[in-house]
């Protein structure tokens, strides 16, 4: 087939296989979103580095929200108030590993509300690894 055509054939049949949802499908999307607004996200943290880390939530309006402490070598659950993931939906977790001069931190991480995140606190302590958490 002659190439100038094969683009707009593939397209035709690309948009051709598109369906649009149906007001059953966006019922259900809609009822989730209504059904989680008022759920907090929250954060599972390991803390594999050999201190003890304070973990703070950090919209991007940047003031940082202080979720909790947790102890070297171990895994705590960390709710994210939801007044912190109300203004933008992205949040910067950062944790500050005690008797430190320095902080490490995830970046920005978009989380609606709900939302489940598993953070971990690498023993190098060059950074927070953030991944969604199985449900």
């Known amino acids: 087939m002659l190439p100038f055509l094969m683009i707009p054939l593939a397209l035709a049949l690309g948009m051709a296989t598109h369906h649009p949802a149906t007001p059953a499908e ?5 009822s989730a979103a209504v059904a989680n607004r008022d759920a ?11 201190d003890m880390a304070t973990v703070y939530a950090v919209p991007q309006n940047g003031v940082a929200v202080r979720l909790g402490q947790v102890n070297a070598g171990s895994t705590a659950r960390l709710v994210v108030p939801r007044n912190v993931v109300s203004s933008s939906g992205l949040i ?7 008797a430190r001069r320095f902080s490490t931190g995830s970046g920005p991480v978009a989380v609606m509300p709900g939302d489940a995140l598993k953070a ?9 690894w953030v991944v969604p958490a199985a449900r």
Do not use: H, K
Request: aromatic share 10%; hydrophobic share 40%.
């Open 40 to 50: 907090p996200v929250t954060i599972q943290f390991d803390n594999q580095a050999w």
């Open 120 to 128: 971990t606190l690498s023993p190098t302590e060059n950074g927070v």
């Open 26 to 30: 966006r019922a259900t999307t809609d």
């Open 92 to 98: 910067n977790i950062v944790a500050v590993p005690f």
